[in-house]
Structure formats: structure tokens, C-alpha cells
Antibody, heavy 114, light 109 residues
Framework: EVQLVESGGGLVKPGGSLRLSCAAS????????MHWVRQAPGKGLEWVGRIKSKANGGTADYAAPVKGRFTISRDDSTNTLFLQMSSLQTEDTAVYYC?????WGQGTLVTVSS | QSALTQPASVSGSPGQSITISCTGT?????????VSWHQQHPDKAPKLMIYDVSNRPSGVSNRFSGSKSGNTASLTISGLQPEDEADYYC?????????FGGGTKLTVL
């Protein structure tokens, strides 16, 4: 069974950093294009960024609001996707989901507040 | 790049069919066959319903179908059921980015 399980969310002060994880099972993560998507309270889905499959070069692209602050990476040995977030702002408060053509994770809440 | 355009709401009665549109441009929806549709019930994670314009993941009812014409993609739900009431979002590959629609609230009357 394909499963995506996010973790690492929490409360962080403005300017702080946080690393989110997305543990994949039932498929090989580096064969897929994987995305991070967020949803602020009461709002719609917002694309954060993606990492291409290994066969397509494995490079990452980012949405303008997070470019230069967020980094997506992958650990093939543990089949885990990461989102490293730095210089966090209150506007980054949201539930963060990992997502691919295999489905969605359950999300992890990131709250940026002093 | 702007978000994809979806109607804010649609409604239908049980058993009826409804279609939700998702309008983009020749740089996103019109350029690639990489449109997905996602269902989200209140306070739940999204669920992938359609990928690559018209493909259904395993386990998704065949009442859900997707199509595309030009710069507009569509999600059709046939034989509407009460549990289909949810928010629906489209997304499209757009080169170095991915765009989402603003979401459509489906009400089953």
C-alpha cells in the first residue's frame, strides 16, 4: 500500500527554521516527481515546490514566495522527502502536505508566531 | 503566473452529473497533459482523484472522469452522491512551476 506520512511541524518564531519530513512507503520515492503543497487556515491549496524524479535529473523548483528560503531534498536510503524551511514568516503558517501522482500525505501543521 | 480559474461553487442533486472547469493558458493547461484533480473534505487532507488529465488512481470511483480541451480542463462527476460534497482543486504543470486552481465547492442538494 502506498503511503506518505509527514512529520516535523510545530510552532516556530519568525525568522526561525524547521525541517519537514515525508516518509514514503509502497513505492520508490526517487522514481516520482514529488511536491510540497501548503494550505493556510481557511484558504486554498498553494504549491510550494517540487523535486523531479532521479531519471529526470532530481532537481528542485520553488514557488516565488519561498524561493531562496526553502529547500527540497530526498534521502534515497530511507525513501524520505524533506522540506527545509528557513527565515520563516508568519505568512508561512499552514498545513504542509507532500504529494505526488501516488497521492497525498495527511499533512503537518507549521505555525509561525512570536 | 496566475492561479488556474475554477468556478467558486457548483451544485447538483443526487444521481445527476456535474462538471467543474479549470481554465489556464497555453503555458500551463494547454501546454501539458499534466492536469490533476483533488478532492478535499472539511478538515481532511486532499485526495488525488485524477492525474495526467484523465487517469484515475486505483480505488477512485469510475464516476469521476477528467478531460481537456485547449486551455480548459474539466472534471465530471456522474451519478452524484452525498459523499461527493467537498472542495475540488485542479492543478497543472507549468514548466518550472505547478499551478493550482482556487477551488470549487461542490454542494449535493
Amino acid at each position: 500500500e502506498v503511503q506518505l506520512v509527514e512529520s516535523g511541524g510545530g510552532l516556530v518564531k519568525p525568522g526561525g527554521s524547521l525541517r519537514l519530513s515525508c516518509a514514503a512507503s509502497g513505492f520508490t520515492l526517487n522514481n516520482a516527481w514529488m511536491h510540497w503543497v501548503r494550505q493556510a487556515p481557511g484558504k486554498g491549496l498553494e504549491w510550494v515546490g517540487r523535486i523531479k524524479s532521479k531519471a529526470n535529473g532530481g532537481t528542485a523548483d520553488y514557488a516565488a514566495p519561498v524561493k531562496g528560503r526553502f529547500t527540497i531534498s530526498r534521502d534515497d536510503s530511507t525513501n524520505t522527502l524533506f522540506l527545509q524551511m528557513s527565515s520563516l514568516q508568519t505568512e508561512d503558517t499552514a498545513v504542509y502536505y507532500c504529494h505526488g501522482d501516488v497521492g497525498w500525505g495527511q499533512g503537518t501543521l507549521v505555525t509561525v508566531s512570536s | 503566473q496566475s492561479a488556474l480559474t475554477q468556478p467558486a461553487s457548483v451544485s447538483g442533486s443526487p444521481g445527476q452529473s456535474i462538471t467543474i472547469s479549470c481554465t489556464g493558458t497555453s503555458s500551463d493547461v494547454g501546454a501539458y497533459n499534466y492536469v490533476s484533480w483533488h478532492q478535499q473534505h472539511p478538515d481532511k487532507a486532499p485526495k488525488l482523484m485524477i492525474y495526467d488529465v484523465s487517469n484515475r488512481p486505483s480505488g477512485v470511483s469510475n464516476r469521476f472522469s477528467g478531460s481537456k480541451s485547449g486551455n480548459t480542463a474539466s472534471l465530471t462527476i456522474s451519478g452524484l452522491q452525498p459523499e461527493d460534497e467537498a472542495d475540488y482543486y485542479c492543478s497543472s504543470h507549468a514548466g518550472t512551476t505547478t499551478l493550482f486552481g482556487g477551488g470549487t465547492k461542490l454542494t449535493v442538494l
